[in-house]
């Protein structure tokens, strides 16, 4: 399976960021071969619209499951439709919740956020 | 940390006199000023204290290099947002630009391009170890809502990690900053004036805060310029099951003393003894 | 040469909310021979409250949002790849149209290869447009939940001329965005009205610095007077801005607005205030007209 995690830093110690759509690194892991990969998450320097276009990249990778502390409405949709699957990561580092995902421990995500309207006027 | 946001709808309400004697009494240690537009709060929290300045960038705006332009007209012609004029050559006006791209996509010549441009400033205010969050949009500028949502992320960075409660003193009407004011806030209070006006924009405030799910509680500013309408509004309130949280009476001395830069609860005053219980009700609902 | 209109357009604004714009712009209306009211303060309109027009007709404003014919895309991604308010995304190899987010500028269309991308309309809002006595009185109203409500403004403002030889009253949203500047934009004359405290004149200050961007000639009205200090009025002196009247703070008055009630139609003491002070701006305006004839 491929799982994505928003990261901090582009190591597996790294902290789970609390955003999703600005989050600074997307690392994408897979869970049989163990391989993993970091990108600029490229939606950081969107006006508006962050949520949708991390949403976007995700799907693009064949992402399977993400794994994020929260997320926006517009990002779930376009996550839910591509048929990716959103689990509520735990407090710790990344490779924490890539353990916990393989345990079966993580939730589905079940809450989600209007959007920010950070857009012009 | 809690975020107790307060809005009104109308304005004019008392939002900023009201959140400074929140401010006061609860000895808060992180707050906001989202009405970016035309921010106040700093004048009665922070008179004499020089902030850290941040440039802000909204949308980049598109410019014209007159010397690749061919006057094709392209450019203006394809412009939803009436931007682009050719009295004087081909220029672009920046208060209406939104920063679209097509104007650059559609010159033939590359003559236009999209530049960064500043559309405002952020102040953090470190006044006694507080977290004072506050920006100034430039004039004619757009991305307010983006503007209204950095303002809240300095303020939450700045923070300590002790903090239980921040209030953030909202801008006037329904549109975009205020949308961006009521993400993940855990209650709204909104101040509501006891005229005709006051209450068709108290519905209209109500009703966008509703989108949000936040828990929603009014107060009543200079109750007594209005005692029907006072009494319209705590009525309307029970009917839509709104937690009512108290009255402030008209006060000549809230005047005066937010003139002198303090709080109505730095003296003592009608309206200063009254906010006391608003705040009491109000922070009941939020820490329950 | 574009001949100038007949019309005086005169647009009331404050930066603070609160201070009287409506108060103001709503009496000045009344107290005129005949006249137009335009209420751009679309989030929060207000006049039509006091002026209860009848024969209102009312039409919907409406923006362009983007519609994808899917059998016609190729797959291309070009207009996800355009769009800088990242409102398209690509979904199971189809884009997908976040209008929340969508700014209408037109570009997905405009660059699809395929043509694929055709438009439809949205409302956003609408505008009213009534009688009260000797005032037509234009609303504007935006939805609840939408973000910017200039295309209302836009449309409130083409469809409000007149070319008669009358005062137009805009009564502008607070503050000095884009909202604002979309409102004062082909103005005659800016009324600035400012209340006595600090909160007031920091605001004012901004408004001032907005209408001389814009060199529209402007006054101040000085609203809520007390005794003591006026730091508006300070202000003013300071800057060398002509004021042009000052109302007190009056109880009497302070209800009647609050009951919706025009002041200057309930009252011969205020009706006699107002008809002075509109007498006082149409001076200034047509000195300003003549002195400094615009475009």
Known sequence: M?????????????????????????????????????????????????????????????????????????????????????????PGTAQQNIDAFAAEQLVLLSDFHPGFHGHEK | MKQLLILSGK?????????????????????????????????????????????????????????????CGLCKENCRFNAISDENGFTVDPFACEGCGVCEAVCPAGAVSLKPAVAGELMLYA???????????????????????????QMKAAATSDTELAIIDGSPGIGCPVIASLSSVDMVLIVAEPSISGISDLERIIKTAETFRTRVG??????????????????????????????????????????????????????????????????????? | MVMKNKSVKIAVLSGKGGTGKTLVSVNLAAVAGASVYIDCDVEEPNGHLFFKPETVCEEDVTVKMPVVNESLCSGCRKCVDFCKF?????????????????????????????????????????????????????????????????????????????????????????????????????????????????????????????????????????????????PAEKFCMEKNIPILGRIPFDTELGTLNSDAKIAARESEKFRVLFSSLLETVMKEVRHETTVNPQR
Do not use: W
Request: hydrophobic content about 35%; overall charge negative; charged content about 25%.
């Open chain 3, 86 to 230: 990242n409102a398209l995304a690509f979904i199971k190899n189809k884009p997908y149209v976040f209008e929340e987010v969508c700014h209408c500028c037109g570009g997905c269309m405009l660059f699809c290869p395929e043509k694929a991308i055709s438009e439809k309309e949205k409302p956003i809002g609408k505008v009213q447009k009534g009688v009260s006595c000797n005032v037509t009185v234009n609303t504007g109203i935006m939805n609840t939940g939408e973000a910017s409500g200039i295309p209302i403004i836009k449309k409130l403002l083409n469809e409000s001329v007149t070319d008669e030889d009358i005062p137009v009253l805009i009564d502008c949203p607070p503050g000095s965005a884009c909202i604002v500047m979309e409102s004062i934009k082909e103005v005659d004359y800016c009324v600035l009205v400012a209340e006595p405290t600090i909160f007031g004149v920091h605001n004012l200050n901004m408004v001032y610095d907005l209408v001389r961007l814009f060199g529209k000639p402007h006054g101040v009205v000085l609203n809520k007077c007390l005794d003591g200090e006026n």
């Open chain 1, 2 to 90: 491929k799982i994505a995690i928003p990261v901090d830093e582009q190591n597996l110690e790294s902290g789970v960021c609390p955003s999703f759509g600005r989050a600074p690194y997307f690392l994408f892991y897979n869970t049989v071969t163990k391989e993993s990969y970091y990108l600029d998450n490229s939606a950081v320097a969107s006006q508006g619209g962050a949520g949708i276009r991390a949403a976007q990249v995700i799907a693009d990778h064949g992402v399977n499951a993400l794994l994020t502390p929260r997320c926006g409405e517009n990002a779930e949709e376009v996550l839910r439709k591509s048929e990716v699957l959103i689990y509520k990561s735990i």
């Open chain 2, 127 to 153: 006044v006694d170890s507080n977290a004072f969050s506050t920006a100034q949009l430039k004039m004619g500028s757009g991305t307010s809502g983006m503007l209204v949502t950095e303002v809240k992320k």
């Open chain 2, 218 to 288: 009014v107060c009543i500013n200079k109750y007594d310029t209005n005692p029907s309408n006072t009494e319209k509004i705590e009525e309307f309130c029970r009917t839509k099951g709104l937690p009512f949280t108290g009255r402030i009476p008209f006060d000549h001395e809230a005047v005066k003393s937010i003139n002198n830069g303090l709080t109505i609860v730095d003296v003592d005053c009608p309206s200063g003894r009254a906010v006391r219980g608003v705040f009491e009700k109000t922070t009941n609902m939020l820490f329950i």
């Open chain 2, 11 to 71: 304005g004019g309400t008392g939002k900023t006199t009201i959140a400074s004697a929140f401010i006061r009494l609860s000895d808060a240690k992180a707050y906001a000023d989202c009405d970016v537009d035309a921010p106040n709060l700093h004048l009665v929290m922070a008179q004499n204290a020089e902030p850290e300045r941040t440039d802000y960038y909204g949308m980049p705006k598109a410019e014209i290099d007159l010397d690749k332009c061919v006057e």
